[in-house]
């Protein structure tokens, strides 16, 4: 087998013990690697409805057939679990070297199950697994507990003093990067499992080496001629979108109450890279390095990502940039999820304002909330309310209406009334909400491209098809980032000439057309490595006849795939919403047409995605895409 | 006078983050910016994002605004992340 090591051991912390659990090669052929290979296994090992927080609850951590090949930005990893903050499937990627390091080491993936007696690290080398103690560990922070790990070339990933106390959005952290999302660094706290470390000599056969090579370099080069994968992230990082989220109203602020912040330059990546930054830092095959090392309160640290500068600054009206270099430290130290800390305070603050819950949260004030990075990864006093989350916090407070999560998770720094699409993505994602798994179409509406984030149509079939394909360059173990080099050069460099303009406005005119498309793969039973190098990467890896379409059909699967454990674990369709503050405030009062439209667009993305009115995918989908048997 | 804020690699290749201006149109501006920062390319420049207090301007028509004291014109360029 091409690509894979064709192995994957499944880990008893309860008894022990190590087994190899039977991947066939067919589920590597309909699944790759990543998130969707992840959601299968949890698929085929739960016959119902499973508690995150409960010895039945597995941790699949995975690779995929680019890990470790030397395809550009190629060494992510997936965590999947159930999420302890949406009960729903999570899928928590992350960079820096720990999926190369377990690839390197023998697997593919890793399943954990069960619950051991006392604090735990897995050490892997060389497809050999030992389940050791790790009680001087517990209670460390994520950057001493790495270092007690040994030696550097190792990968390793650790949870915090916040895992440990099972704050429901821990992060997993591995060296300076985090699997921040859904609370897998809980999952790991209540198996009590500090962390993993992993190394080897592993290598795995490649389908075409030669040709792979040579796809190799044109990809790079084509990330590094990109005005967006090649300037504007190597220049500012994620960082570099603030200034014009703001300028489109899709900044959020003040708990989501608006799309600009006053102090926005404050704030910024040109502020960043102009008053902190050290060194780009990016993840080992990466020639992007969209990766900060900033230089602040007399230390080197990790420069905030656009996410945290956006929950953690303007949403809380935070405009000291060096707070949130600080907050965004001891985020990383304590292990918490920076994007739902923030999220969680917004809401606290408002509750306060409008008289709602007596704490001592004010929006501006940002000279409390470094203590209660501490509060919460401790559960110490308010700190342990809020480390249950915004919809915990409201279902006991009330002000659910302005409570900004999407079934359970909180939603990233888009705000989504000036950006019909993402607003779709928030309220289908299967993580809840979240930009990138919602399929970000934000990128097209104002930010990369200059559609029109005002209208509604078109908009269904273009967030499915940005949805499938994320799913797909995920699970084929590739950064996100790199599908943003998919958009034409001349789309990005020229928004103002006429031809663009009209390419701009004419696009949601064709969503009837990508719909249509959508379900019929063999239509794009081609390739355009020049394009979307994706595709023949994997082909040249695999051997697999893989295309564009059938590419897309990948992501399709797995998406659907994903839909179906949600289903499981009791997602219904009316769980596909936004809360009120979106769909019924004014995010402007001069503009009676911001908000976000999702009755427009519900009830077309499920028609397209061959789901019922329920949101239920439908027999024909299922077998379409090989997800029941044929019968 | 008015001022002009520049964001994004627009910003790092003048090296300035604003500079302020007496009344003039955006096409004056614009040739005025490109006297001043020989290493501005024009074209990249003509092809910026632009707000005039905070609304969008686009199409050639915005190149004839006249830029008023106390108005500030935003030039971006477009961008991505996660």
Not at chain 1, 124 to 129: A, F, H, K, S
Not at chain 1, 349 to 367: A, C, P, Q, V, Y
Not at chain 1, 478 to 487: P, V
Not at chain 2, 21 to 43: F, G, H, N, W
Request: glycine share 10%; proline share 3%; aromatic share 8%.
């Amino acid at each position: 087998m091409f690509g894979f090591n064709g192995k994957t051991a499944k880990i008893d912390l309860t008894h022990g013990t190590v087994e190899n659990y039977p991947m066939t090669e067919e589920s590597y052929a309909l699944y790759l690697g990543g998130k969707t290979l992840a959601a299968k296994i949890i698929y085929d090992t739960f016959n119902g409805k499973v508690e995150a927080l409960s010895r039945e609850n597995i941790l699949v951590i995975t690779t995929s057939p680019l890990t470790g090949s030397t395809s550009p930005c190629s060494s992510r990893f997936n965590i999947s679990t159930i999420s302890p903050l949406t009960g729903l499937l999570i899928s928590s990627n992350c960079g820096g070297s720990f999926g190369l390091h377990l690839k390197k080491a023998g697997y593919d993936a890793i399943i954990i199950s069960g619950k051991s007696p006392e604090p735990v690290i897995i050490d892997i080398e060389n497809q050999v697994i030992v389940v050791k103690s790790a009680k001087h560990l517990w209670g460390k922070n994520t950057s001493e507990a790495q270092d007690l790990l040994g030696p550097k070339n190792r990968g390793k990933l650790v949870i915090g003093i916040a895992g440990e106390h099972l704050v429901r959005y821990a992060a997993v952290i591995s060296e300076e990067r985090a699997a921040g999302r859904g609370g897998v660094g809980a999952v790991f706290g209540y198996k009590n499992l500090k962390g993993i470390i992993a190394s080897g000599q592993a290598t795995t056969e490649m389908f075409d080496k030669e040709a792979f090579k040579k796809h190799n370099v044109k990809w790079i080069r084509q990330l590094k001629a990109h005005p967006l994968t090649g300037k504007q992230l190597p220049m500012y990082g994620t960082a570099g979108l603030v200034s014009m989220m703001n300028y489109r109203n899709l900044l959020a602020t003040k708990n989501y109450s608006s799309g600009q912040f006053d102090d926005f330059e404050k704030i910024n990546g040109e502020t960043l890279a102009e008053e902190h930054l050290v060194k780009n830092k990016g993840c080992v095959t990466c020639p992007i390095q969209c990766g900060r090392q900033v230089k602040a309160f007399d230390k080197m640290v990790k420069g905030p990502e656009l996410e945290t500068l956006g929950l953690l600054g303007s949403n809380l009206l935070n405009n000291d940039m060096e707070s949130i270099i600080r907050l965004n430290h001891l985020c990383d130290e304590y292990g918490i999820d920076t994007i739902t800390f923030g999220s969680t305070i917004g809401f606290a603050m408002e509750l306060r304002e409008k008289g709602i819950w007596d704490n001592d949260l004010k929006f501006g004030d940002s000279t409390s909330l470094e203590i209660l990075v501490e509060k919460t990864s401790k559960r110490q006093g308010i700190g342990n309310e809020l480390a249950e989350g915004t919809k915990r916090l409201s279902e006991k407070y009330g002000g659910k209406d302005f409570a900004i999560h999407v079934k359970g998770l909180e939603a990233a720094a888009y705000e989504p009334r000036a950006a019909q699409g993402m607003g779709l993505g928030y309220a289908t994602s299967n993580r809840g909400g979240c930009h990138l798994n919602g399929g970000y179409l934000v990128v097209l509406e104002g930010l990369g491209l200059n559609v029109s984030g005002k209208t509604t149509r078109g908009k269904a079939a273009y967030t499915i098809m940005f949805q499938d394909m994320m799913e797909a360059a995920s699970s084929a173990g590739s950064c996100l980032f790199t599908t943003y080099a998919m958009l034409p050069s001349f789309l990005v460099k020229k928004p103002n000439n006429t031809v663009v303009r009209l390419i701009n406005g004419a696009m949601p005119l064709f969503g009837g057309l990508v719909g249509f498309v959508k379900n019929k793969p063999w239509l794009m039973h081609f390739n355009l490595a020049s394009v979307l190098p994706h595709p023949y990467s994997i082909r040249l890896i695999t051997g697999y006849k893989m295309t564009i379409g059938r590419f897309l059909e990948f992501g399709e699967r797995g998406y659907n795939l994903e839909r179906m454990v949600n289903i499981r674990q009791g997602l219904k369709g009316s769980d596909d919403t936004l809360p009120k503050r979106l769909l019924k405030e004014l995010q402007r009062s001069d503009d009676p047409n911001s908000i976000v439209k999702l009755d427009e667009m519900l009830g077309t993305y499920y028609k397209i995605r061959g789901w019922d009115k329920d949101g239920i995918p439908t027999h024909n989908t299922l077998k379409r895409l090989k997800l029941i048997e044929d019968k | 006078m008015f001022e002009i804020k520049f964001f994004g690699w627009i910003r790092s290749e003048i090296g300035i983050p604003k500079l302020s201006m007496s009344e003039r149109t955006v096409m004056e501006a614009l040739d005025e910016i490109i006297k001043c920062y020989p290493q501005i390319d024009k074209s990249q420049l003509m092809q910026s994002i632009m707000f005039i207090n905070q609304k969008p301007v686009v199409g050639k028509q915005r190149l004839s605004i006249k830029l008023k004291a106390g108005d500030e014109l935003a030039i971006l360029s477009l961008v991505s992340g996660g």
